[in-house]
């Protein structure tokens, strides 16, 4: 089964350096779960900042710079896994460095026939 495991936090939360340890320590993690076949994709995503929030409501689009929530902590990346269950899920969300400092939530897939790359 397929999860996302979203990564929340603060950013600020971590200094330039602890943010350079971070991604080696996430790029280690995304080599041992392709080495056990469970890694599909990871990212972390640019700052708030760069946002584009976007809604239709009746037929018309409404663009809003930012994210779509104000909240302490922000969306700040993802992994995407294919483990067999929501136990072996949290036990690679535990190993998330930014765990240390921030949320990871993990959402399972809806599994859709007929989408490119099934």
Known sequence: MKYMLLVYMDEQAMTDAERSACYVESAQLCHDLQHNGQFVAANPLQSVASA???RVR????TVIDGPFAETREQLGGFFLIDVRDLDEAMR???RIPAAKKGTIEIRPLFEIPGLPGE
């Open 52 to 54: 584009t929030s976007l």
């Open 58 to 61: 009746d037929s018309k689009r």
């Open 92 to 94: 690679v969300a535990e």
